[in-house]
């Protein structure tokens, strides 16, 4: 490295480091050497989407830093720490702005019979369009459930569940008719949950079996799989979806605004976090 290169290296180091310690951000703190630089750079280039005009290096030397670039500064430090690359960070960037677009259209969605996980008193409502055969869907619904319940969302989210089966995946229609069984037997988390954990042991034969292990009566569920009103409230659970614009699972929705961001379960409770914060404002 030349005398030059070697004096805008740490010129940018410095830069960074001064944003980052006035703001008390930790997880920046802690990056050195080419990770430091490649925040700094993202930093010094990406705009918040609210709360500041400024990018988000310059927010975050204002006397009162906002909440946001605070929050997405941290978020960038994690990444770049993980190894992410510029490109990668900066569309999750994008595609996180694009689900708190406060212009968004609302979805409208009916929420009676469903059973929610985590408290009641919660400011976020996280709704979610699955398919019981999805393979993703039975990763991240299983981790989003205990986040709600027992983890960074507790008494900040409640999760909502709405089958949306999906031609492209065998039996979904069956996997949905038996959550929806569930339901209304009071026993929906419980046999979803198992059914995801046993997602590779799947087998229509096995779903009646599998409620009379989660405390269901065996006869009664299999008259709720095989009876009209459970499949018209697939149907129309299916039907919702596709008028709130769902064509693949699982699709979320944050306080009824449509989440196109990455599906990892960390980004997920980042932005939950994220609007828990806006709806106390």
């Known amino acids: ?77 994690r990444l770049v720490a993980k190894g992410e690359s510029e490109d990668k960070i900066n569309r999750r960037l994008q595609k996180r702005a694009e689900s708190m677009n406060s212009y968004q259209k ?4 009916n929420l009676a019979g469903t ?6 008193n919660a400011p976020v409502k996280v709704v979610v369009y699955a398919c019981a055969r999805c393979p993703f869907c039975s990763k991240i619904i299983p981790a989003l459930q205990k ?15 709405k089958p949306f089966p999906l031609k492209s995946h065998d039996y979904s229609k069956e996997g949905g008719l038996a959550m929806v069984a569930a339901s209304d037997l009071g026993k929906f988390w419980e046999f979803t949950l198992y ?27 299999r008259q709720l799989m095989a009876d009209a009103n459970t499949r018209n409230a697939l149907v129309e659970s299916k039907r919702e979806g596709l008028a709130n614009g769902v064509k693949a699972t699982p699709q979320l929705f944050i306080n009824n605004k449509m989440y196109t961001g990455f599906l990892d379960i960390d980004e997920i409770v980042d932005i939950t976090l994220e609007e828990a914060e ?3 404002k």
């Open 195 to 221: 059914m995801y954990e046993h997602f590779d042991m799947f087998c229509v034969d096995k779903l009646a079996d599998w409620a009379e292990m989660q405390g269901m009566d065996k006869e009664k569920f």
């Open 106 to 109: 609302k979805a409208t969605i």
């Open 1 to 77: 490295m030349n005398r030059f290169a070697f004096v805008g290296f740490v010129f940018a180091v410095f830069v960074f480091t001064s944003a980052a310690v006035q703001a008390g951000l930790p997880e920046c703190d802690k990056l050195t050497g080419e990770k430091k630089v490649l925040a700094e750079k993202i930093l010094n280039s990406v705009h918040p989407y609210s709360c500041c005009d400024e990018t988000i290096s310059k927010c975050l030397k204002k006397k009162n830093p906002c909440a946001l670039a605070e929050r997405l500064a941290r978020r960038v430090c």
């Open 278 to 280: 806006n709806s106390s």
């Open 115 to 120: 059973v929610p996980a985590g408290d009641v």
């Open 147 to 161: 986040e709600v319940t027992n983890g960074r969302l507790k008494g900040k989210a409640q999760l909502f569940f």
